[in-house]
């Protein structure tokens, strides 16, 4: 019998919340399962460019994908794009491996928004997914409310979905149109993700949302964190100074749960951190890390 997965479980250390898994985006590089980001894109090549290495490193590690889209791609373009990187893509499609859905058709059937109804279905899959040896679900869907009368709603819905993937064997990416975004949605969009993704010059970068970034004021000090580490080590200078701040507390033997607390984030940011830590200074694992960062 498969295990039920509560929308309300909490992020815990461990080796489920602890795995690693292949974003497939050269900016995030690996990630942990709970990851909701959002990514905001130009063109419609550019959406593609983003989701395309995020569902091939899915499809290829064991995960079902759901991919809901909607202008200014279509079923057929993101097809076409997938079979490019994956030859067998038509394999795993008839499979039932990777879905490619109408948005609105996911989102809103019948024309209603209802916040329970969409969170309860990606439940569903992952519990389906689950059942039938997939590793977890992987899951994109394009925000084609941008300037209606459904955005106030959606932006309750994305800070929900934060919390209820936490824990989960999920993987969200929220896709979003520069172009329809104003400053304001911008924000908003930002505020309820783990992280953001852009392109600049033809580069995805990574940013951290603006509650994880020490005040001016604070002089790099977040609640009495200390920003304090080693002398220089492979890696330092990649590091942000939030990395810094997890990273010195790691160095002190701390949990995920105790820096979470010392550092007043998440204990899913506080792995977010981690992995991106083990990823710049190309360690192996936490204790590698370490090894590196304390070694004379």
Not at 155 to 176: F, I, N, P
Not at 245 to 259: C, D, P, R, T, Y
């Amino acid at each position: 019998m498969t295990q039920r997965h509560s929308l309300s479980s909490e992020w815990h250390d461990g080796e489920e919340a602890g795995s690693q898994r292949k974003s497939g985006i050269s900016a995030l590089g690996e990630t942990s399962w709970g990851m909701h980001m959002c990514v905001f894109y130009e063109t419609a090549q550019d959406l593609l460019d983003a989701n395309i290495p995020y569902f091939k490193a899915g499809l290829e590690n064991n995960e079902f994908c759901l991919w809901a889209i909607s202008d200014p791609t279509t079923a057929e373009a993101a097809a076409d794009a997938l079979r490019a990187s994956l030859p067998d893509i038509d394999k795993r499609l008839a499979a039932g491996q990777i879905e490619i859905v109408q948005a609105a058709e996911w989102y809103t059937p019948g024309g209603e928004f209802e916040l329970k109804r969409i969170i309860e279905s990606w439940n569903e899959r992952l519990r389906n997914a689950l059942a039938k040896g997939y590793d977890g679900i992987r899951i994109s869907g394009n925000a084609f409310w941008l300037g209606t009368d459904r955005w106030e709603k959606f932006c309750e819905y994305e800070r929900d979905l934060d919390r209820s993937v936490a824990g989960q064997k999920m993987l969200v990416l929220c896709t979003y149109s520069m172009a329809k975004s104003g400053i304001v949605d911008l924000l908003e969009v930002v505020r309820a993700h783990q992280g953001t993704i852009i392109r600049q010059n033809n580069d995805w970068e990574f940013l951290e949302p603006p509650e994880l970034r020490p005040s001016k004021q604070q002089g790099g000090k977040l609640n009495g964190a200390p920003d304090i580490l080693p002398n220089p080590f492979p890696g330092h200078d990649a590091l942000t100074s939030r990395e810094r701040m997890v990273l010195a507390q790691i160095a002190k033997g701390h949990s995920s749960k105790e820096i979470a607390r010392v550092l007043n984030i998440a204990p899913r940011t506080v792995e977010f951190h981690r992995e991106n830590l083990i990823r710049k200074t190309g360690a192996r694992s936490t204790v590698d890390l370490l090894r590196i960062v304390l070694s004379d």
